[in-house]
T-cell receptor, first 116, second 118 residues
Framework: SQQGEEDPQALSIQEGENATMNCSYK?????LQWYRQNSGRGLVHLIL?????REKHSGRLRVTLDTSKKSSSLLITASRAADTASYFC????????????????FGKGTLLTVNP | NAGVTQTPKFQVLKTGQSMTLQCAQD?????MSWYRQDPGMGLRLIHY???????DQGEVPNGYNVSRSTTEDFPLRLLSAAPSQTSVYFC?????????????????FGAGTRLSVL
């Protein structure tokens, strides 16, 4: 079953507007990551937030994490047409305490369309 | 620096045929994994490896085999292809931090292999 679930499934906005995508998950995690996928391409890592962090910024990206609600949000400010892509959240969970095995589970993604 | 390289980019198979999807990384990453991506399903983990000689199953391992004889390579084998295996396959790699370092792992993805099974 999917650990992360993004909301909405699709989002269409005008250039210059802000885009907000949400991710909910079910179990405890070590970190939550956001990835971007342009059509027909592989995924590219955008930003990582650890379970003991609440907010993180990277350029026009802002990620928040609420572990009590098991949810995260990705905000893209001042969007551009080039931001058009699918965005995925992924949760990382260590499989054994103190061990190095982990499981990274992806959600189904949000398709963002930024209209010029 | 090539990163993660997947071959082939496209493949068409007939039901029952076998093939191997290749994945190689040049970043000396311990952790490698295979995902399949289907419309509306996101990415689902097929198999993963935490180092040479060590592999384990993910969410959807049936119909696929893997091996990890070197740190660099992690091939995915379809022994008898089925139409349900039509998908886009992605290989990824990352470091394998222990303790608090595990909280910093990020995945580097290949460009994908688009597979059709007729």
């Amino acid at each position: 079953s999917q650990q992360g679930e993004e909301d909405p499934q699709a989002l269409s906005i005008q250039e210059g507007e802000n885009a907000t995508m949400n991710c909910s998950y079910k179990t405890s995690i070590n970190n939550l990551q956001w990835y971007r996928q342009n059509s027909g391409r592989g995924l590219v890592h955008l930003i990582l937030i650890r379970s003991n962090e609440r907010e993180k910024h990277s350029g026009r990206l802002r990620v928040t994490l609420d572990t009590s609600k098991k949810s995260s949000s990705l905000l893209i400010t001042a969007s551009r047409a080039a931001d058009t892509a699918s965005y995925f959240c992924a949760t990382l969970r260590r499989l054994r305490s103190g061990g190095s095995n982990y499981k990274l589970t992806f959600g189904k993604g949000t398709l963002l369309t930024v209209n010029p | 620096n090539a990163g993660v390289t997947q071959t082939p980019k496209f493949q068409v198979l007939k039901t029952g045929q076998s093939m191997t999807l290749q994945c190689a990384q040049d970043m000396n990453h311990e952790y490698m994994s295979w995902y399949r991506q289907d419309p509306g399903m996101g990415l689902r983990l097929i198999h993963y490896s935490v180092g040479a000689g060590i592999t384990d199953q993910g969410e959807v391992p049936n119909g696929y085999n893997v091996s990890r004889s070197t740190t660099e390579d992690f091939p995915l084998r379809l022994l008898s292809a089925a139409p349900s295996q039509t998908s886009v396959y992605f290989c990824a790699s990352s470091t394998l931090g222990q303790g608090s370092a595990i909280a910093k792992n990020i995945q580097y993805f290949g460009a994908g292999t688009r597979l059709s099974v007729l």
